[in-house]
């Protein structure tokens, strides 16, 4: 028999033991996640429609070697460190070529200057620029773009309703 | 129940409580970084960051001082919120360590949450099992600067309970 004065030393044992099975040891621990600044621009696949529009069925506009079209890209920017390349890319059609023709712009944090005008043919082709001091996250109107299409005769003949469509994106890294 | 019998189970009650098991998590970086090549597809203007991403972060768990044959499970919670819905999640690497030392029902991955969830089972002695890490559901637009991401392991005895 248990002597009952021993009756609590045992039950604290008992207790002290239970909890001792339950947790061993604790580590508290810790890392940094580091998140590179990307400065998103404008938005993703944004889609330009041409003007005029192209209409193959009415036949208009009459095939001319380009057709044009100039509109403001919207954007919001994020944190970004100083001269961070800006990349641009536009996805084309096969058959399609291409020439930017853009402005320097000055949001509301900071100088920005977009690619230079340039050209490119074919599909997923990239432009690359510098962009400078930017800080915060601002709004502005609108970066001014004007980009030519050229379209071939064979092209332009079997246009289907929807090619008029340019996805371009906008992205520093 | 004899009075050498109650010291014998007291000195045994003893014994457990005193001997000490010690638990090291050690990570192989202090910082990790997401960069444009987690975009996916990687250093593509517009895209966003892969779905998941493999984190160039390793950690290895060391427990000691436990007798052989002691079953034991290593649990892990976190007390750090990521933005949105960015999730963090731990794989224990088996084959880092011998065979018979890995116990029952050890997960094969653990999505961290708030409350202590069973990460691995072990048995015996472990030194430097390897655990990676993924981070999930990760967006340019929400995932900025520096985040610290705190885990909390916890060394209970006894094997992992069966998951669900």
């Not at chain 1, 404008?42 to 069925?57: F, K, S, Y």
């Not at chain 1, 020439?99 to 900071?110: D, E, I, Q, V």
Request: proline share 7%; aromatic share 10%.
């Amino acid at each position: 028999m248990i002597h009952p004065s021993l009756l609590p030393i045992l039950a604290f044992f008992a207790h002290t033991t239970a909890l001792a099975q339950t947790l061993w040891a604790e580590e508290n621990t810790s890392f940094d996640l580091y998140f590179e600044p990307l400065a998103l621009v404008a938005v993703n696949q944004q889609e330009i429609q041409l003007a005029p529009p192209v209409n193959e069925n009415a036949g208009f506009p009459a095939f001319t070697d380009s057709l044009s079209t100039a509109f403001y890209l919207r954007y919001t920017i994020s944190p970004v460190l100083p001269n961070t390349p800006l990349i641009h890319r536009a996805s084309l059609l096969d058959g399609l070529s291409s020439s930017w023709n853009t402005l320097p712009f000055l949001p509301a944090s900071g100088t920005c200057t977009l690619a230079p005008s340039a050209k490119h043919t074919g599909t997923d082709q990239f432009l690359a620029s510098t962009i400078y001091g930017h800080s915060g996250t601002a709004l502005h109107d609108g970066i001014p773009v004007v980009i030519r299409i050229g379209l071939s005769d064979k092209k332009y003949q079997y246009l289907a309703a929807d090619t008029h469509w340019l996805n371009l994106t906008y992205q520093c890294l | 129940m004899s009075v050498r019998t109650l010291l014998l189970f007291i000195i045994h009650l003893i014994f457990n409580i005193l001997n000490g098991q010690s638990l090291s998590v050690l990570y192989e970086e202090n910082t990790v970084e997401i960069t444009s090549v987690h975009l996916h597809p990687p250093q593509t203007a517009g895209a966003d960051y892969a779905p998941t991403i493999v984190l160039s972060q390793g950690a290895f768990v060391t427990v000691q001082d436990v007798r052989s044959r002691t079953q034991w499970c290593l649990m892990a919670y976190s007390t750090t919120t990521l933005p949105g819905n960015t999730t963090l999640t731990i794989f224990p690497d088996i084959s880092s360590v011998p065979a018979e030392t890995v116990g029952m029902n050890t997960p094969s991955q653990l999505l961290l949450g708030a409350q202590p969830q069973p990460l691995f089972s072990g048995i015996g002695t472990v030194d430097q099992m390897l655990l990676t890490f993924t981070l999930d559901n990760a967006h340019v637009s929400q995932n900025v600067n520096t985040t610290p991401v705190y885990i909390q392991y916890q060394l209970q005895e006894g094997a992992c309970p069966a998951g669900p």
